[in-house]
């Protein structure tokens, strides 16, 4: 079956978030307070900024005007993530990733493939596709899942993904 562009592009992001709550969900909710170091997120933390970070994402994306250095990005995050669910337990974020997935999907094929294949500025004040732009915010989640791979090891766990490459 042929698909657009913006549906192989959803795709992926379905892919990616999917990994994510995997990952989260191989985590005991008890230890969603678990950093490594200080200086880094706790497992709870990374779940919210991914969130957060999708919010943005989608928010400016599907924008007609949309423009990444139009503000900095904590106004980026008051506009497009302040409605959301404010609790930082392990059922709430993963119900969070879920739902803000699927409202975001449907935000984008309500902006339509036209509006995906038009520019945007980047935070870096570099033109790109919506499209293209949107495949980095797939690797985002991506790289984010990695740290939750790792967070896993350090908590004894078996990543999700080896579970899911390994048949257990």
């Known amino acids: 079956m042929a698909k657009t562009m913006l549906e192989?592009?959803?795709d992926g992001w379905r892919y990616a978030r999917e990994g994510v709550v995997a990952e989260l969900e191989n985590i005991p909710?008890?230890?969603?307070?678990?950093?490594?170091?200080?200086t880094v997120r706790t497992v709870a933390e990374?779940?919210?900024?991914?969130v957060e970070s999708s919010a943005v994402m989608v928010g400016e994306l599907t924008r007609p005007d949309g423009d990444f250095t139009r503000q900095s990005y904590p106004e980026h995050?008051?506009?497009?993530?302040?409605?959301?669910d404010p609790r930082q337990d392990k059922d709430a974020l993963v119900a969070l990733l879920r739902g803000t997935l699927e409202e975001g999907v449907t935000r984008f094929g309500e902006a339509g493939e036209?509006?995906?294949?038009?520019?945007?500025?980047?935070?870096?004040?570099?033109?790109a596709t919506r499209l293209s732009w949107m495949a980095h915010?797939?690797?985002?989640?991506?790289y984010h899942?990695?740290?939750?791979?790792?967070?896993?090891?350090?908590?004894?766990?078996?990543p999700a993904l080896t579970k899911l490459i390994h048949g257990s």
Do not use: D, W
């Open 137 to 142: 915010g797939v690797a985002h989640e991506e």
């Open 46 to 50: 990374l779940a919210r900024h991914i």
């Open 114 to 127: 036209l509006r995906m294949l038009q520019l945007i500025t980047q935070f870096n004040g570099e033109p």
């Open 8 to 10: 192989e592009a959803l």
């Open 77 to 84: 995050l008051k506009e497009h993530a302040a409605g959301l």
């Open 29 to 38: 909710a008890e230890s969603f307070g678990f950093q490594p170091v200080p």
């Open 145 to 158: 899942r990695g740290q939750l791979c790792v967070y896993a090891r350090q908590l004894g766990l078996v």
